[in-house]
């Protein structure tokens, strides 16, 4: 049995798709109250916070300056590169809910959430953020869908998508975005017309071409072979074919596309990575394939994908939105 589940887009990052359930709770606004312990927890952080030099700045110009968003956000990341991610995740909502029509503010609430609390809860405060506003962005939109996705809430999520491109359909990771979505849900031939939508508006777009590549699998894998070496070169494209097949169960597969790509390139630990999970999985010893002669090629990116690894999941993800 395969233990992790492999997505294949890069965004906003990261964003593996995960596969256990997650624990809901309803969200109050954008402020949902805080338990008396992450209360106290906050107001450590700020009496740590005296003692910062940057931070005691920061909220002087926040004092002197407060609809200045950009100075909030500031403060909110120091909070949270000082290890108070409550604090950084209160001062993003006060940032929200103080400038609604901020992109910045919305993303950074949104990457916040991802980190700070469980799926669903992401999911229902950014939720609730688009139905308090009278003509949400498009921006908010998106990140409202890739939450919902993640919450594996996926017809949300979709309405959100929708909406999205509705309100600015010239953005190709917009269809991306949908397209990932109707993935996830299964529906192969739609999530493939999403994806050739991106590419017509953004052909050097490698997120939305491994993406159809991989929804092409599941439709005429010949196709999907040809999309995926023109995301990347030959290595590359037998390392997607083989996440591809993995997740769809087909382990002898997998491992046979992976001695391909090693016979191209052996300095990817990456696909090294792939191979052990494939190893765990059926059981047979990892043999090095012989080096194919004269094809080495330069890798003008990193690989897109790995069987679930921490580093590349938080490279992966729903959406390249708003990054």
């Known amino acids: 049995m395969r233990a992790r589940r492999l997505v294949l887009a890069a965004t906003l990052a990261a964003l593996g798709a995960v596969s256990c359930a997650r624990q809901q709770r309803a969200a109050r606004g954008v402020r949902p109250e805080l338990p008396p312990m992450m209360r106290q927890q906050v107001v450590n952080a700020v009496n740590a916070g005296d003692g910062n030099l940057r931070v005691r700045r920061l909220r002087e110009r926040l004092a002197a300056e407060p609809l200045h968003v950009a100075v909030r956000l500031e403060l909110a990341a120091e909070y949270g590169a000082m290890g108070y991610p409550e604090l950084e995740l209160e001062h993003c909502r006060i940032a929200v809910e103080r400038f609604p029509g901020s992109t910045a503010a919305v993303e950074r609430l949104a990457k916040v959430l991802r980190r700070a609390v469980p799926a669903g809860e992401a999911a ?26 993640e919450a594996e809430r996926y017809r949300e999520g979709e309405a959100m998508h929708r909406r999205a491109i509705a309100l600015d359909g010239r953005r190709d990771y917009l269809h991306n975005n949908l397209g990932y979505n109707l993935l996830l849900q299964e529906r192969y031939a739609d999530a493939a017309g999403a994806f050739r939508r991106a590419l017509a508006l953004n052909s050097t777009s490698a997120i939305a071409r491994n993406n159809l590549g991989r929804t092409l699998m599941r439709l005429s894998p010949a196709e999907a072979k040809a999309q995926f070496e023109r995301a990347g070169d030959a290595a590359v494209a037998q390392n997607n074919v083989a996440a591809a097949l993995y997740e769809q169960g087909d382990v002898a597969g997998a491992r046979q596309a992976l001695e391909v790509a090693l016979a191209y390139r052996r300095d990817q630990p990456q696909i090294l990575e792939n191979l052990r999970l494939v190893a765990a999985a059926d059981g047979q010893p990892i043999v090095l394939p012989p080096r194919r002669p004269g094809v080495w090629q330069s890798v003008s990116h990193a690989l897109k994908v790995a069987f679930g690894t921490p580093d590349v999941r938080q490279q992966t993800g729903t959406a390249e939105a708003v990054r």
């Open 124 to 149: 229902a405060v950014l939720a609730g953020l688009v139905a308090q506003q009278a003509k949400p962005s498009a921006e908010t939109l998106a990140w409202a869908g890739i939450l919902l996705d």
